[in-house]
């Protein structure tokens, strides 16, 4: 019997959720910083073998929003909760304030979904305080089952995963077997870029930046894949800073995102970039949109 169902991964921004989504498909398909609130939209991961497909939903970190882009944020992690077989509700061990998780478990579309809570980050932990951690959490909401792992290291991730299938319903093939994302090459290209960006600048800036793809195209003769990209920052001085002391913050940036871009098309590239300021953008619905921050 073949079994197949979909499955969202939430909780509070940090807690290693595209890290996990990035361990359960082997390969990079979401971006990942130190820095909260790095994904900002619903990304699919399809996990297939032979007992199963199992399909994946990233989403951005649930937090108060205190913008636009936030809000839509937040409506994201909601609309990617509801309709789902598992919910797995992801809580970095290391994480001072635990117990403000159940107000983020109240908000979500459970419906008839199972919860699993997954207690993420051992590795980072001494092995006999995971323990009191999972006591002190496993009140929080009536899971079905509470697992620790690692989603960096991997440690616990099989286990996870044949959890999973135990929760899964009888169901057919909803992708082709060689499906790994939703994400069309050119939206991972301008995350790719946008992954640099949280990576590289501190303070307030990574959280007010977007990137949006003019052009990419693949020249035959040269054997090149051309892209230019708009960095889009709220402030001048912000500009400063991305461009940096001679264009080298910039030049930094690009040289970065290249070397993960050309892996990814398994080939050379010539990435151009400018950088724009578009006042306040996050607190206005019309450049959200045009910044591909759109529901479905
Ligand atoms: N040591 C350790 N670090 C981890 C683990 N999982 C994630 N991290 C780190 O935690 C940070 C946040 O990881 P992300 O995967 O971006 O977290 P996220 O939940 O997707 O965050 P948002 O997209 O902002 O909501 C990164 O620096 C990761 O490298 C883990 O199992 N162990
Ligand atoms: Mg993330």
Known sequence: MFKSGFISIVGKPNAGKSTLINKLMGEKIAIVSSKPQTTRTKITGVYTDEEAQLVFVDTPGMHNARNKLGEFMNR????????????????DITAKDKSSNSELIEMLPVGG?????????????AKEDVLPVISQLKGLYNFAEIVPLSAQKGTGVESLISEIKKYMPEGPKYFPDDTLTDQPERVIVAEIIREKLFRLLNDEIPFGTAVELEKM??????DITEISAVIYCEKASH??????????MLKRIGTEARRDIERLVDGKVFLKMWVKVEDDWRNKNSAIKNLGYVAD
């Open 76 to 91: 994201e992690v909601k609309l990617a909760a509801s309709d789902v077989d598992v919910i797995l509700y992801l809580v």
């Open 113 to 125: 979904a199972t919860v699993f809570l997954v207690i993420n980050k051992i590795d980072l932990a």
């Open 217 to 222: 195209t693949y020249d035959e003769d040269r």
């Open 239 to 248: 500009k400063g800073m991305i461009i940096g002391k001679g264009g080298a």
